[in-house]
């Protein structure tokens, strides 16, 4: 028999260990507390730590971060999820997406030290980067919470050097609570006394938990729209306006206009975390950051080859009523009239929130059942949901026979965006044959 790829041991290792705890989801830090002990305590020995929690916005903050650190000439590890085609996209180590050999050895060890004991996968692979990290040298570590944020597993850090908080929105209700009160008082969980905190402009309820929750801990506290401004060129770019700091700062990267606030976050904390970042690094970092399925535009591959010269595929993987307002707001910006809508969903959340945000926007929607997801809602479902909206709706089975009958509904002019769900955009990159780097 010949010996097994290192890729497939990541994926048996993977599997294995997904089967470890019969809940996927189940909070709590003592069990990842116990398989970082097993583990010599790696989450004490990390480069300097920016934490982030919130709904929407981590990822694309983070990215925002590590481009402005990486112009200054730093490196920097990232833990984020989900991924979008492979799991290697959660673990960055100095900079670079963990490679297959190296990811299976490192599963393999943690799989060892674990011993068959009761784990969810999200704690498992949270030691595993933590162990990772800890034995590649780094300028700083970047953690993004999996879901809320005091009982995340990535919340075992004492003495983080910088604490974000994203936007907050509705979302995972049944784990976190159903006012934005109570999810902010999950988020909030993050913060350490006398670190400093940043947070993202927030709903007034949001926003007195997180300062209430700032002053208890005696954080340094800034809040964008209050302590920290932004004044928007036509020109995409902005002026960034914190303490003494005025930077002119060009068009981010990522596209949207939702991108300016995430980048001025990003400044500020490298700001934070590295007081001797020079202005050029951060405007540097602010236009060359990438973020893969965020407002993303496909420009070649197998599926863009199904369509018509010019015919324009977006992604973005916005899932929530919130994250949908502001992808409306920048579909609006790319082109002003109406777009037909590839779309899959999960039925962890009412899809109808994430749909009538967009409902004035879309000239027909079609809807897919994502592949190999459990938690998908089924094409029909989704159409009807749409139908039972006022949205023109076609159900279809799969993503080629979508492509097609969104340019034929498009007649190859309107443009066409694909979203709902990142695991649906993770199954786009892989049809199109356009990896994540």
């Known amino acids: 028999m010949p010996p097994i790829l ?104 943690v799989e060892d030290k674990n011993g068959g004991t009761d784990i969810t996968f999200f704690e498992v692979t949270t030691a595993a980067a933590m162990f990772a990290f800890a034995k590649t040298p780094a300028d700083f570590t970047l953690l993004e919470t999996g879901l809320g944020g005091r009982m995340d597993s990535t919340n075992v850090i004492d003495q983080p050097i910088v604490t974000i908080i994203s936007p907050i929105a509705k979302d995972h209700e049944h784990f976190l609570g159903n006012t934005i009160t109570a999810i902010a008082a999950e988020k909030a969980g993050i913060m350490k006394p006398n670190v400093p905190v940043i947070s993202a402009c927030q709903h007034p309820e949001a926003a007195a938990v997180l300062h209430k929750h700032a002053k208890t801990l005696g954080c340094p506290f800034w809040q964008m729209g209050e302590d920290i401004t932004i004044n928007e060129h036509p020109d995409g770019g902005f002026i960034l306006n914190w303490q003494d700091h005025k930077i002119d700062c060009p068009a981010p990267g990522l596209m949207g206009a939702h991108q300016r606030e995430n980048a001025a976050l990003a400044a500020v904390a490298a700001m934070l975390a590295s007081p001797k970042i020079s202005i050029s690094a951060i405007k540097d970092g602010i236009a060359a950051a990438d973020w893969p399925a965020r407002i993303q535009a496909l420009k070649t591959g197998r599926l863009i080859n199904r369509c018509p010269k010019g015919q324009q595929i977006w992604l973005d993987g916005a899932h929530n009523r919130h994250g949908a307002e ?78 097609d009958l969104a340019v034929s509904h498009s007649n190859g002019a309107l443009p066409i965006i694909i979203g709902g769900s990142l695991y649906l955009l993770g199954h786009v990159l892989t049809e199109n044959e356009t990896y994540p780097q």
């Open 326 to 403: 502001a992808l409306a707001q920048s579909l609006k910006q790319i082109h002003p009239s109406k777009w037909v809508m590839i779309a899959g969903a999960l039925n962890t959340r009412p899809a109808a929130d994430f749909l009538s945000a967009l409902k004035p926007l879309l000239q027909h929607l079609i809807t897919i059942t994502i592949p190999d997801q459990e938690a998908s809602l089924d094409a029909d479902e989704l159409c009807q949901t749409a139908m039972q909206l006022g949205i023109a709706a076609t159900a279809t089975p799969d993503l080629t026979t979508a492509i």
């Open 6 to 109: 290192q890729n497939q041991r990541a994926e048996h290792a993977l599997k294995r260990l997904g089967q470890l705890h019969p809940k996927l989801i189940d909070l709590g830090l003592d069990r990842t507390y116990a398989l970082l002990e097993k583990l010599g305590s790696p989450h004490l020995n990390l480069a300097p730590v920016i934490h982030i929690a919130g709904t929407n916005g981590k990822g694309s903050t983070l990215a925002f971060i590590r481009a402005m650190l990486e112009h200054n000439g730093q490196t920097a590890h990232v833990y984020s999820s989900p991924h979008l085609v492979r799991f290697n996209e959660r673990i960055r180590l100095a900079g670079r997406l963990i490679d297959d050999d190296t990811l299976a050895d490192l599963l393999e060890h």
